[in-house]
T-cell receptor, first 115, second 113 residues
């Protein structure tokens, strides 16, 4: 059963044309993450939500935004995609409560192509 | 902030050979340790994890890892690899109850039939 779902799996956009990637989860986890992964590199954390609290990584460009309307859904908005933003975008979720941690579960990713 | 080092960028071996991938981290406190695998064209999957207890952890598909606190290491092993183990392997570390998971650069493992 799918636990972290990402749509679409493949997204093609034009240079400068806004794009939104979607992530949903059935785990009821309170933390949701967005990572960018380029070919043969480790995933790079862009930001995360702890419940409704948004936490941006210091080196995440302003071009990247996120929304979490409810526990289950989280969106990644790229306002003006550049060629350098072509990558795999991974969503992950995690249960974090009372100082106890759990595993991060990753979705299948959305591969973004920028023309 | 913690950092994670994976010793090998690319490992090539034959089927039935033994595999060991090194992982070292820099953080002096309590850590949670993970190995993830990414098969070609697929998403990251958890191989195994260590939170506490027995430092020798067994995961899926015959993999195991040993946490050696004094060496800040969490090396991954498999006694006999198969062609289907061809994948990218990522070590990841989470310090205490920190939200952030720090990944190593990854090791590409190619198993030749």
């Amino acid at each position: 059963d799918a636990m972290v779902i990402q749509n679409p799996r493949y997204q093609v956009t034009q240079f400068g044309k806004p794009v939104t990637l979607s992530c949903s989860q059935t785990l009821n986890h309170n933390v949701m993450y967005w990572y960018q992964q380029k070919s043969s590199q480790a995933p790079k954390l862009l930001f995360h939500y702890y419940d409704k609290d948004f936490n941006n990584e210091a080196d995440t460009p302003d071009n990247f935004q996120s929304r979490r309307p409810n526990t289950s859904f989280c969106f990644l908005d790229i306002r003006s995609p550049g060629l350098g933003d072509a990558a795999m975008y991974l969503c992950a979720t995690r249960r974090l409560a009372g100082g106890n941690t759990d595993t991060q579960y990753f979705g299948p990713g959305t591969r973004l192509t920028v023309l | 902030a913690q950092s994670v080092s994976q010793h090998n960028h690319h490992v090539i071996l034959s089927e039935a050979a033994s595999l060991e991938l090194g992982c070292n981290y820099s953080y002096g406190g309590t850590v949670n340790l993970f190995w993830y695998v990414q098969y070609p064209g697929q998403h990251l999957q958890l191989l195994l994890k260590y939170f506490s207890g027995d430092p020798l952890v067994k995961g899926i598909k015959g993999f195991e890892a040993e946490f050696i606190k004094s060496k800040f290491s969490f090396n991954l092993r498999k006694p006999s690899v198969q062609w289907s183990d061809t994948a990218e392997y990522f070590c990841a570390v989470n310090a205490g109850n920190d939200y952030k998971l720090s990944f190593g650069a990854g090791t590409t493992v190619t198993v030749r039939a």
